[in-house]
């Protein structure tokens, strides 16, 4: 179970381009196709985690505090476009919601060639200590970093 986010910034327009804080480029792989020759859904949740490791990773890890990382607990995807081989996908990413152990980022994944979008999704994701196994409450500098991102 979730907890509730108190913390909550405006509505993004997750279609749009100008939503997102942090971009990663991914090529799309020839085996992402399904049988009926378009990128398969189930590669759309990967894009997701790229676009979310790209921009989080560095910060979670530069906090300097062992044991500290992010799990996974909800993932939500809107496909809205085909995507098709070969050519390449640009993630935008950004934080939308910080409560007090969990956060959520959301996703736009574009069409690299016409730079439309063809899906967004929403993680919510839990400060984790791999050493105790539980989620807990951040380092304050990386709760700052994340307010910081939040409001901007």
Same mark, same amino acid.
């Given at each position: 179970m979730t907890e509730p986010m108190s913390d909550r910034a405006p509505s993004f327009d997750l279609r749009s381009r100008a939503s997102f804080q942090h971009w990663v480029t991914h090529t799309l792989r020839y085996n992402d196709q399904d049988p009926i020759g378009h990128v398969n859904n189930s590669v759309f949740s990967t894009f997701l985690e790229q676009g979310r490791t790209a921009f989080l990773h560095p910060i979670v890890k530069?906090?300097?505090?062992? %044991?500290?990382? +992010?799990?996974l607990a909800r993932v939500v995807i809107d496909f809205l476009k085909e995507l098709h081989f070969?050519?390449?996908?640009?993630? %935008?990413?950004? +934080?939308v919601r910080l409560g007090t152990k969990s956060f959520v980022v959301a996703n736009g994944v574009f069409d690299g060639a016409s730079e439309t979008c063809a899906a967004t999704g929403e993680a919510t994701l839990v400060f984790f200590d791999t050493n105790a196994r539980r989620a807990v409450l951040p380092p304050p500098s990386v709760r700052a970093e994340f307010e910081r991102l939040l409001g901007g």
């Amino acid at each position: 179970m979730t907890e509730p986010m108190s913390d909550r910034a405006p509505s993004f327009d997750l279609r749009s381009r100008a939503s997102f804080q942090h971009w990663v480029t991914h090529t799309l792989r020839y085996n992402d196709q399904d049988p009926i020759g378009h990128v398969n859904n189930s590669v759309f949740s990967t894009f997701l985690e790229q676009g979310r490791t790209a921009f989080l990773h560095p910060i979670v890890k530069s906090a300097a505090h062992p %044991g500290l990382d +992010i799990v996974l607990a909800r993932v939500v995807i809107d496909f809205l476009k085909e995507l098709h081989f070969p050519g390449h996908v640009e993630i %935008g990413s950004r +934080i939308v919601r910080l409560g007090t152990k969990s956060f959520v980022v959301a996703n736009g994944v574009f069409d690299g060639a016409s730079e439309t979008c063809a899906a967004t999704g929403e993680a919510t994701l839990v400060f984790f200590d791999t050493n105790a196994r539980r989620a807990v409450l951040p380092p304050p500098s990386v709760r700052a970093e994340f307010e910081r991102l939040l409001g901007g």
